[in-house]
Each structure stands twice: as structure tokens, then as C-alpha cells.
């Protein structure tokens, strides 16, 4: 695979973008400069640009589109510990200003200090398939529109992990959460399917998704009537969530938030 190492033995498969990234940083300068300990500042929120800021980068001279799209197919092959990052730098790409591009720069220190980081796949793990799901509620500050993350494990690695922005705004928390679960469970029942017709291997059921929200799970595994006149307009997406646990195919579980693996997916987390 293109700029993907991959080294296996009996055990495990490891793959990462060591040489990837080390072009990556030459290209843009950063081969010698300093690293830093997470991928954007701790509870970073990106704002809209100014004038001022869009035209101090124009100066630059630099394709943003395609700067974005070199870390993106870092973040999507091997590592996922920056998904959130670049999805919230990818929202300005139509206008990016010069306080984008040092976002993405600092991006690019993370990556100095973690070159060798990616992704391990073993072969002993008992839990083929499991799922973490979460929301950050009303996290970009411009729009206010929550953020959906979520991320499916394979033999205890990540194998799809999702970080974006909602396209409208919640108002309750829960349905934040709801859409974030509803676009996991979407995604987790292809990949089901996926693995049984290509005889990839055996998925047990039910599969178990960890939710942080106790108010989200409680509405879901509710068997009767839901008549929240606040959830209404998500009708169709709770609908949808129920009639997948009903089947047994998906089995909601809390999570505490200390303890979401997803939590890296919804906001800028410290190190």
C-alpha cells in the first residue's frame, strides 16, 4: 500500500507511515522543528477566519486543499490520533486564514515526535468487533452544531474511526449522542456484512457498542412508546437505533466518559 509499512509475524500486523511523514515534513519545512505532545492545543476551538488572517496566508502561497489532504490519508490508513484535528481543520477549506495554517503546523509538530506510531492488529484478542460511541454537544463555536465521533475496534485495534461535524444543530445533548449512534450503527452493520460474505471471519452477536450518555441508552433500550417531544424531529433515527437492539444485533453498554475510547475523536483532549 502506498507509504504503508507493514511488518507481520505470528502474532500481529503493524503498519505505519514513518517514511510518509518524514516527506511530509520536509515538504513543509518541519523536519528539524520541535515536537509537541498532542495534535491541536488542549480545548482548541478553530474559528472563522478574519480578513486580515485569510490574507496573511494568501501571502503564503500555499495549496491548503492539498496540505489537508496529506494529513487526512495519514489520519484515515494509520493514524487515527489526529482524525479529530484534521477534521476540524477541514471546515475551512474554502477560506483558510494564517491561523488555520498554524493549527495545521502544530498538527505537523505532533507528527515530528510520533513518526513511528500506527496501528497493530493482533491475532489472540477474544473480541473480534466492538464499538465506542460519542458526541461533543455544540463544540464548534461558529455554528454550534455538535460533533459525531466514533471508533470500531478489530481484534483490539482501531480499525474505522470517524471524526465530523454534525450537519444541524442539536438541541438536547441526547440527540447528539442519538446521531453519533445512529451513523455508528449504519457503519457497523456494512462492516458486518462486509466480513461475512468475504469469509473475513466470524462476527458474534450481539456486538457491543459503549456509550458515555446514560439518558441516550435509556431511550434507546426502552421498549415502549417515545413520545419526548423534544427528540421528535429524530423520530426515524430512534426508530432505527431501537429495531437494531430489539434484533439483537447491537448491544448498547455504558462506558463513563474517563473511560471513551472515542473521546479523542470529539474535541482537542490534552495529553
Not at 53 to 68: C, G, P, Q, V
Amino acid at each position: 500500500m502506498l507509504g504503508i509499512k507493514i511488518h507481520q509475524n505470528l502474532n500481529e500486523i503493524s503498519l505505519n507511515q514513518q517514511h510518509f511523514t518524514e516527506s511530509l515534513l520536509k515538504l513543509y519545512g518541519m523536519a528539524q522543528c520541535e515536537s509537541v505532545a498532542t495534535p491541536l492545543l488542549p480545548h482548541e476551538h478553530l474559528l472563522l477566519s478574519s480578513d486580515k488572517e485569510r490574507e496573511d496566508f494568501k501571502k503564503l502561497k500555499i495549496n491548503y486543499r492539498s496540505a489537508m489532504g496529506s494529513i487526512n490519508y495519514l489520519s484515515v490508513a494509520t493514524r487515527p490520533d489526529i482524525s479529530f484535528a484534521v477534521s476540524a481543520l477541514s471546515q475551512y477549506l474554502d477560506k483558510p486564514g494564517i491561523n488555520h495554517w498554524n493549527a495545521f503546523l502544530h498538527v505537523l509538530r505532533y507528527l515530528r515526535g510520533s513518526q513511528e506510531l500506527g496501528v497493530i492488529y493482533k491475532t489472540n484478542c477474544k473480541t473480534v468487533i466492538e464499538a465506542y460511541s460519542n458526541a461533543d454537544w455544540g463544540n464548534c463555536r461558529a455554528t454550534r452544531r455538535s460533533v459525531t465521533g466514533y471508533l470500531i475496534s478489530f481484534h483490539n485495534c482501531a480499525l474505522i474511526c470517524k471524526a465530523r461535524k454534525q450537519s444541524t444543530v442539536s438541541i438536547p445533548t441526547a440527540e447528539a449522542e442519538y446521531k453519533a449512534l445512529c451513523d455508528l450503527m449504519s457503519e457497523l452493520l456494512w462492516l458486518k456484512q462486509l466480513c461475512e460474505e468475504a469469509k473475513i471471519t466470524k462476527i458474534s452477536q450481539p456486538i457491543v457498542i459503549w456509550e458515555d450518555n446514560q439518558s441516550c441508552i435509556k431511550i434507546a433500550n426502552d421498549d415502549c412508546n417515545f413520545n419526548n417531544k423534544r427528540m421528535k424531529h429524530v423520530d426515524i433515527q430512534l426508530h432505527f437505533i431501537k429495531e437494531v437492539i430489539k434484533a439483537k444485533i447491537i448491544n448498547l453498554q455504558y462506558k463513563p466518559t474517563n473511560e471513551m475510547l472515542a473521546n479523542f475523536l470529539t474535541n482537542s483532549v490534552s495529553r
